[in-house]
C-alpha cells in the first residue's frame, strides 16, 4: 500500500481567494491524482499529475482554476484559484503504486 | 472503461456476511474489477481486485463469474465499522488508467 498525507484537512476560505492543497506520498511514484467529492455526490477526476510534465485534465476542469504542480516523484499540489462556494468540496489525491490507486484522507474546503 | 450497477444500499447484520454485488456487462478482456470503500467522507480506501480468477485478502473475497459480466464482493463477518459506501470499478491495466467512480452502494450495519 501507499501512505498519503494532506495538508490542509479542512479550511474555510472567503470568496475570490485562493488555496494550495498540498499531498505527500511516503514513497517515489509515478502516476499522482486530483479528485474533487461535492457534498453527497461521487468522486469526480480532475486531472492527472506526471513528475515532469504538464498535468492532464479532465473535462470541464482547466488550468487556470485548478493548477497543479508536482516538483518530484513524492508531493504535488492542487490550487483552487479565485474560489466561489460551489467550489466547496471534498478535495484528494491518490497516488498509484503498481496497479492500485491508493488515496490520502481529503480536505474538506468550504467557501463563503 | 466499462459502467457498473450496483444496488444502492444494503442493510447486513453484524457478524453475518455482507454480499455487495456488482454488474459489469460490458467488460473486456483487459479489465479489472476494483473495490474501494469510504467510510463517511474519508478518503476511498482500497479493498480488493481482480481479473477472472476468485481473490481473497484479509478484507474480503471477491467472486467474479465465469462470463466476468458480474461480481460479488464478500465481507465474512461484517462488523459496524464496515459501514460505508463501497465502489465497484472497471479500470483497465495499466499505468494511465483513472477511476471512475459510480454511486456505489451504502451499507449499512446493524446490532
Known amino acids: 500500500s501507499a501512505v498519503i498525507s494532506q495538508k490542509p484537512s479542512r479550511d474555510i476560505c472567503q470568496r475570490g481567494t485562493s488555496l494550495t492543497i498540498q499531498c505527500q506520498v511516503d514513497?517515489?511514484?509515478?502516476?499522482m491524482f486530483w479528485y474533487r467529492q461535492q457534498p453527497g455526490q461521487s468522486l469526480t477526476l480532475i486531472a492527472t499529475?506526471?513528475?515532469?510534465?504538464?498535468?492532464?485534465?479532465e473535462s470541464g476542469f482547466v488550468i487556470d482554476k485548478f493548477p497543479i504542480s508536482r516538483p518530484n516523484l513524492t508531493f504535488s499540489t492542487l490550487t483552487v484559484s479565485n474560489m466561489s462556494p460551489e467550489d466547496s468540496s471534498i478535495y484528494l489525491c491518490?497516488?498509484?503504486?503498481?496497479?492500485?490507486?491508493?488515496f490520502g484522507p481529503g480536505t474538506r474546503l468550504t467557501v463563503l | 472503461d466499462a459502467k457498473t450497477t450496483q444496488p444502492p444500499s444494503m442493510d447486513c447484520a453484524e457478524g453475518r456476511a455482507a454480499n455487495l454485488p456488482c454488474n459489469h456487462s460490458?467488460?473486456?478482456?483487459?479489465?479489472?474489477v476494483y473495490w474501494y470503500r469510504q467510510i463517511h467522507s474519508q478518503g476511498p480506501q482500497y479493498i480488493i481486485h481482480?481479473?477472472?480468477n476468485n481473490e481473497t485478502n484479509e478484507m474480503a473475497s471477491l467472486i467474479i463469474t465465469e462470463d466476468r459480466k458480474s461480481s460479488t464482493l464478500i465481507l465474512p463477518h461484517a462488523t459496524l465499522r464496515d459501514t460505508a459506501v463501497y465502489y465497484c470499478?472497471?479500470?483497465?491495466?495499466?499505468?494511465?488508467?483513472?477511476?471512475?467512480f459510480g454511486t456505489g452502494t451504502r451499507l449499512q450495519v446493524t446490532l
Open positions: 491518490s497516488a498509484q503504486r503498481t496497479d492500485t490507486q491508493y
Open positions: 514513497s517515489q511514484v509515478t502516476m
Open positions: 499529475a506526471n513528475q515532469g510534465s504538464e498535468a492532464t485534465y
Open positions: 460490458t467488460i473486456s478482456g483487459n479489465e479489472y
Open positions: 481482480g481479473l477472472k
Open positions: 470499478i472497471v479500470r483497465l491495466t495499466g499505468t494511465a488508467s483513472k477511476l471512475t
